[in-house]
């Protein structure tokens, strides 16, 4: 079955750029998404079809995917950008993958 | 306004057999490519995707819980229903149900999601 890893954690430090990756056999060819979640709350849609940013999301947010890696960067990150971070594919029209998530931790 | 809400039982006991409903509003379910789709979240663990029913009535599941689960519609009620047989406490998690299109590659609505908790 398709998997999409992510590393488990990242640290960034206030106002400087957070990159988190995304990695799948051929990922490039399919549309990457990314959500955000805070503890308690439900996933928030970031990022869609590689690089398009939902209304309401920050300038701050960009997405690329080639090859096997899709990446989220965060520019400038902010405390409030604290939060888990998951990659979602879809394996084929009729399934879709989740990435394990990576803990983005603003230090 | 778009929103989607889950709701069933808090608790189930093991072997039972689990039925969430996700009651939708702001669009139609019978909408053309409008597909809604179950996600789960064990405490702590990562998001797991586990069916998901297109307006066409198209269907489709986990390939490694298939045989436990079945998702079917109610457009009048605006309602999209799961059932998962032979309940374990793995199962133990947060179910969520996400609104999609098909051809779009991501969900841009999710409900709150639903605790459901199996005792050892």
């Known amino acids: 079955s398709y998997e999409l890893t992510q590393p488990p954690s990242v640290s960034v430090s206030p106002g400087q750029t957070a990159s988190i990756t995304c990695s799948g056999d051929?990922?490039?060819?399919?549309?990457a998404c990314w959500y955000q979640q805070k503890p308690g709350q439900s996933p928030l849609l970031v990022m869609y079809?590689?690089?398009k940013r939902p209304s309401g999301i920050s300038e701050r947010f960009s997405g690329s995917n080639s090859g096997n890696t899709a990446t989220l960067t965060i520019s400038g990150t902010q405390a409030m950008d604290e939060a888990d971070y998951y990659c979602?594919?879809?394996?084929?029209?009729?399934?879709?993958?989740f990435g394990g998530g990576t803990k983005l931790t603003v230090v | 306004q778009v929103t989607l809400k889950e709701s069933g039982p808090v608790l189930v006991k093991p072997t039972e057999t689990l039925t969430l409903t996700c009651t939708v509003s702001g669009f139609s379910l019978s909408n053309a490519r409008m597909g809604l789709s179950w996600i789960r979240q064990p405490p702590g663990k990562a998001l797991e995707w586990l069916a998901h029913i297109f307006s066409s009535d198209e269907k489709s599941y986990s390939t490694s819980l298939k045989s436990r689960l079945n998702i079917s519609k109610d457009t009048s009620k605006s309602q999209v229903v799961l059932t998962m047989t032979n309940m374990d406490p793995v199962d133990t998690a947060t179910y969520y149900c996400?609104?999609?299109?098909?051809?779009?590659?991501?969900?841009?609505?999710w409900g709150q999601g639903t605790l459901v908790t199996v005792p050892s």
């Open positions: 979602q594919a879809w394996d084929s029209s009729t399934t879709v993958v």
């Open positions: 051929k990922l490039g060819d399919k549309y």
């Open positions: 079809q590689d690089s």
């Open positions: 996400a609104r999609t299109t098909a051809g779009s590659g991501y969900y841009d609505y």
